[in-house]
């Protein structure tokens, strides 16, 4: 970014009315805040049940968790825009989705009561488990030097075929293949929360620069801010917990 360069970002919030377990306005409130620090115009709309999603004006989507009655209004109403989702997710758009949101945007959610449709944006599952996995949790995505660190506490198991995992499992569960999350195109879908972009600056920053990258067409640098508080904490969970798995 160079001097005297105006961007703007909008940020699409999706029914944290419903979906709103795990801090996920605090997401919001830290991609906004990374954005301010640079100078960067960003404003954040929010859907509500009764609303319509319009994607045609976001450059940055979030889809948080909840539970799963809330999970399955949501996933009703998202039926309703489901082509104009996936044209938002196929050229290009920001995504990231979060727990039952990672789940919402897969085919189908398996239990044992029968299949509940989702909305099929991306070739993934989720199965119900047999136990619900809470944890601490970190993760090693080539992307980064900085590992991912954040919280899980869910009981369906992703299944992602052959997209790219968010990260490999160093600590914690993630899924049967000791994995975590999925990766796909500008997406990302994960059960990490608590919430995760905090705790992980350099993963709102990719977040934040594929967008202004989309939005304007051009190879675009951010400005480095000050993230020692954020990549001490970082690596304190991290001798902490990978202590303790040796």
Known sequence: MKKGEEYSLVIGHLYPDLLNLYGDRGNIKCIEKRC???????????FEYNDTVDFSGLDIVLLGGGALQEQYLVCQKLKAVKDEFKAYVENGGVLIAICEGLELLGK???TDKGDIEALGILDIYTK??????INNII????LWSMPIVGFENHLGRTFINNYKPFGKVLY????DDKCEGVMYKN???TYLHGPLLPKNPQVCDYLIKNALEKKYSKSISLPI?????EKDANAFMFKKLMHRNY
């Open 36 to 46: 301010r620090l640079r100078n960067i115009n960003v404003r954040t709309v929010t």
């Open 108 to 110: 189908y959610y398996q």
């Open 128 to 133: 119900t488990g047999s136990h619900r996995l």
């Open 139 to 142: 993760l090693k995505n080539e």
């Open 172 to 175: 914690g569960y993630g899924n």
């Open 187 to 189: 997406v990302i879908g």
């Open 225 to 229: 801010l000050d993230d020692k508080e």
